[in-house]
Nanobody, 125 residues
Framework: QVQLVESGGGLVQAGGSLRLSCAAS????????MGWFRQAPGKEREFVAT????????LYVDSVKGRFTISRDNAKNTVFLQMNSLKPEDTAVYYC??????????????????WGQGTQVTVSS
């Protein structure tokens, strides 16, 4: 079992920045690729970014490329999502997830094994 706890969400004006953190416990963190997903009200959960087990490979949804950066610190069992130039359409609950199967992670939510409880990000216009 892996327990994931997100933090860092909040209310920010458009153009601002937030840094989300996801702390993991329970198993060897470096054995898992990690992903960030988000879900806006009335919409399906959406892939945002993923990072490989070593941190050497990342992938982003087109809508956040150049604005968001995913990173990880395997010594601290933590994955981060730095979000810059935030837009109102980034408003959602953000979830981190752990994937024990694919070294480079996945864009598909059903391929992740463990999920955090989510953290709310609200971007005002």
């Amino acid at each position: 079992q892996v327990q994931l706890v997100e933090s860092g969400g909040g209310l920010v004006q458009a153009g601002g920045s937030l840094r989300l953190s996801c702390a993991a416990s329970g198993r060897t963190f470096s054995n898992y690729a990690m992903g960030w997903f988000r879900q806006a009200p009335g919409k399906e959960r959406e892939f945002v970014a993923t990072i490989s087990r070593s941190g050497g490979s990342t992938l982003y949804v087109d809508s956040v490329k150049g604005r968001f950066t995913i990173s990880r610190d395997n010594a601290k069992n933590t994955v981060f999502l730095q979000m810059n130039s935030l837009k109102p359409e980034d408003t959602a609950v953000y979830y981190c997830a752990a994937d024990r199967t694919f070294v480079y992670g996945s864009v598909r939510s059903n391929e992740y094994d463990y999920w955090g409880q989510g953290t709310q990000v609200t971007v005002s216009s």
